[in-house]
């Protein structure tokens, strides 16, 4: 779906509330398992951060590559993705594969 991941997440809420019964306890045991595993890349996202070269770091710092936009709720996934692709563009190749690795 082409919709923001924030609103996404907004709309699946009210239809589970609107249902009710097992699908609102399945969906909130979802959402649980979704925050947890968002907590947990998270975290691994700022250690890979701290571990960058001082050059991929800058430029992470800079356009906001694997902090900034892969979090940002009011994309896309095609939006997240488009944004990273332009901005990777224009690193210098030896920062460029460092930040691809990273965001694996």
Sequence with gaps: MNVPLGAMRIAQEAWARKIGGPVLA???EHT??????????DARMNR????LSPAARAADRTDNILLGIYSNQTLTKKQINTE?????K???RKVYNELTLASQ
């Design 84 to 88: 990273v692709s332009k901005k990777m």
């Design 32 to 41: 649980a398992a979704q925050d947890l595993a968002k907590e947990t890349e």
């Design 48 to 51: 890979t951060v701290e571990n």
């Design 26 to 28: 399945a969906y909130q």
């Design 90 to 92: 224009k690193l210098p």
